[in-house]
């Protein structure tokens, strides 16, 4: 009789453990194991966009959220060394101009990705950085003028992406617009772009070029990967619910959690 109550205490307890299980989201048991560290690198050595804050916070909330990552915020360039590194699995820059950095923390810097990190870069992370040849090869682009301030059309050019590919075929916003320059075409992955047709291309700020107006890709340098996204000049851009999901999924991708 014994033996009876024990097993049927056992069985209880196991169709208990399973009901819990069953309760708790798979993403999140996936993630249970491991919880990343992102670097968010925000100094501006130009011009400095008043969407920073929102964008820290909002990177934030993301990684605790998803309990993806956790986040640690910086604008001082000692942050770049081998050993402090070792700490993190992706670096994201919403960054203007030359930053102040040596020649160890930069080699520091682009070996992290390169050994097979993440990077991600945000709007301003492309104005950013013109006088290093190993920097547009890690980002793939440069800013070059931003014709149009407005609400746009943006169009999905690889619909089976992991990163954007939920946004469907096109979508529209309201934000600054970079046009590109020395885009690294031929090793770039285009995500989205600019519709054309849903700005005035007679601006005389217009550039326009073969690759037209890219607006997010991935990149792989050495073994790293890379995303970047030009959108994120507006607050409001940070606050859609669709711009927080792309981020997940971009620093997620770069950090090779997302296949």
Request: contains cysteine; hydrophobic residues 40%; neutral net charge.
């Amino acid at each position: 009789m014994r033996k009876l109550k024990v097993a049927r205490g056992v069985g209880i307890v196991a169709t208990l453990m399973v009901a819990v299980f069953a309760l708790v989201p798979q993403t999140a048991m996936a993630r249970s194991h491991k919880k990343a560290h992102l670097l968010f690198f925000t100094l501006s050595a130009g011009f400095k966009h008043a969407s920073i804050p929102t964008a820290v916070q909002v990177i934030t909330q993301i990684g605790d959220k998803s309990g993806a990552w956790d986040t640690t915020t910086s604008q001082d360039v000692s942050v770049f060394t081998p050993e402090n590194l070792k700490h993190y699995d992706a670096i994201m820059f919403y960054t203007t101009g030359e930053l102040p950095m040596s020649d160890a923390e930069k080699a520091a810097f682009i070996h992290f990705v390169r050994s097979g990190h993440g990077f991600v870069g945000v709007h301003s992370a492309t104005d950013t950085f013109y006088m290093w040849p190993d920097y547009l090869e890690l980002i793939g682009g440069y800013f070059n003028d931003h014709p149009w301030h407005q609400k746009v059309t943006v169009d999905v050019t690889d619909p089976n992406s992991p990163i954007v590919g939920f946004l469907g075929k096109s979508f529209q916003v309201y934000d600054e617009i970079y046009q590109i320059s020395d885009f690294q075409y031929k090793t770039s992955h285009v995500l989205l772009k600019l519709d054309p047709s849903s700005v005035n291309i007679h601006n005389p700020r217009v550039r326009r070029r073969f690759y037209s107006w890219p607006l997010a890709w991935t990149r792989h340098d050495g073994k790293g990967r890379v995303f970047y996204c030009a959108l994120g000049h507006e607050d409001s851009t940070w606050h859609s619910e669709w711009f927080q999901k792309m981020m997940l999924n971009g620093i997620e991708w770069s950090m090779g959690t997302l296949k």
